[in-house]
């Protein structure tokens, strides 16, 4: 039984990046969403995530004013270190781009991007129970969900999906119109946030013949770091000196003095896979983010490919709304996917040569010899930080389409 009835243009499903963003870039647009999120403000505000935000996702969150904190926060990073055999290497994309990296929390933009749809006083429900999608292959597409004790159906003209890899829009799709394309990895990431001052002023990815370690940090005396460990992991068994041991001997160097120890304030295992699916659509249904794709966090990409998912559909929306061409969105699809291939084929790059993927020297060999072309070619480093600063948004923000 339908307790109350909400009309909207676009119903988005998701509090996360992409939903928070894509509902801020269509209230610039005199766009009307509703945002439904199923966990708790709380929850929501307290998980953490991805820290390595690119100078591309960085303008637009300026252009679109929700970059205040973040500037006056965020540390900023010329690049990254790798370190292998014992030396550490530092690989400077600002001398070749002029352009930088941001390090700051998810949980911090997530926060900043709820108190600027607070601000906008439009709808964002959060605990939202039993989300249901109907009749996507309508133009009245419906979003069902249960608040408080009662049942709302919101009726819109579109619905985005932004609801994370396991939500529920990615599942209502026709599985025979779209291909979902994926690998997954025989390893997880588990991550820890310590109480302790980071080894290296910038991030650091130490490629070890067992397995990748990574330092990264949210501030001075915050660390944030990660250990390559088996899929099937059971965090149980990892003692905070078992990982401390584990992060000190992956990330022991000749030019460093020793990882420091400290108290581990959270610790998490994240599963490594890649997905993609395409298209990204269906009738008025668009899925943007993790519910349309996953990159392996190595080299920090799903964050901001959210973002630029936001940025595609926002603009395709703002032409739909304000000249009634359906061109762009049609081809949401086609427009967003170069630019997540992109991103696939970089952390494929990054996650094949800093993992341990197979028994013996062969292997490590071959890893090695790729981390001695990065860290000695100029042309090398270039490459890889066109990429990891942020290629270019396929469509620019264009707020003039507001007032045609
Ligand atoms: P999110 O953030 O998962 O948000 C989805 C939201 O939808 C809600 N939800 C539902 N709401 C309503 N009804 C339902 N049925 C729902 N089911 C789920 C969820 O509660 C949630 O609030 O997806 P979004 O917005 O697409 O954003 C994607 C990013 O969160 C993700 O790609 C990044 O965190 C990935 N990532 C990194 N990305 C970067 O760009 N830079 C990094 O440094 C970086 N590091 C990382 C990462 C991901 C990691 N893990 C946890 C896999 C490091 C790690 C360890
Ligand atoms: C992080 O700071 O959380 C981080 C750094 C590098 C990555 C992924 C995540 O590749």
Redesign the pocket.
């Known amino acids: 039984m339908i307790d109350n009835e909400i009309r909207c243009q676009v119903a988005i ?9 894509l509902a801020h870039m269509l209230h610039l647009q005199g766009i009307d969403t509703v945002v ?4 708790s403000e709380s ?2 505000r307290a ?8 100078q591309t ?1 960085v303008d637009l969150l300026t252009e679109i004013g929700l970059a205040d904190r973040l500037h006056r926060e965020a540390l900023v990073h010329d690049g990254f270190y790798i370190r292998f055999d014992r030396t550490t290497h530092h690989l400077d994309f600002h001398r070749h781009l002029g352009r930088h990296a941001f390090v700051y929390g ?1 949980t911090e933009l ?1 926060a900043d991007l709820i108190d600027a749809r607070r601000a906008t006083a439009r709808p964002l429900y959060f605990d ?1 129970d039993d ?1 249901s999608l109907g009749e996507i292959d309508t133009d009245h597409p419906t979003v069902e ?1 249960t608040h408080d004790g009662s049942r709302t159906r919101i009726a819109a003209d579109f619905v985005a999906g ?8 990615r599942q209502v799709v026709d599985p025979t119109a779209i291909r979902v394309m994926d690998r997954s990895y025989p390893f997880a ?1 588990l ?1 820890i946030l310590a109480r302790t001052t980071p080894v290296t002023d910038e991030g650091m990815y130490c490629a070890h013949p067992d397995g990748l370690s990574v330092h ?1 940090m949210r501030g001075p005396e915050l660390t944030r770091q ?1 250990l390559q460990v088996p899929a099937d992991t059971d965090l149980a068994d990892w003692s905070d000196e078992r990982i401390w041991t584990e992060l000190r001997r992956r990330s022991a160097a000749d030019d460093h003095p020793e990882l420091e120890t400290g108290e581990i304030i959270e610790r ?1 295992l ?3 896979r890649s997905v993609v699916t395409d298209p990204m659509q269906q009738g008025s249904l668009f899925l ?5 794709h ?4 190595t ?9 630029s ?1 936001a940025c595609v559909l926002s603009h395709a929306l703002g032409t739909w709304y304000a000249l009634a061409d359906r061109s762009a969105l049609d081809a949401y699809s086609a427009t967003a996917l170069p630019r997540i291939w992109q991103a696939q084929a970089f952390s494929w790059n990054l996650t094949t040569t800093l993992h341990r993927l197979g028994e013996g020297e062969f292997d490590w060999q071959l890893r090695r010899a790729r981390l001695q072309r990065w860290t000695s070619s100029a042309d090398e480093e270039r490459a890889l930080g066109e990429v990891y600063l942020g290629l270019p948004f396929p469509t620019s923000w264009q707020p003039e389409l507001v007032s045609a």
């Open positions: 499903v998701g509090a996360g990046p992409a939903g928070l963003i439904v999120e199923r966990q929850h929501v998980r953490i995530r991805a820290g390595v935000v690119e996702t998810q997530v939202a989300v969900f932004c609801d994370g890899f396991h939500g529920v829009c990431w991550g990264s990660y998490s994240a599963p490594l943007l983010g993790d519910a349309a996953i990159v392996p966090p080299g920090a990409k799903g964050l901001n490919l959210a973002v998912d």
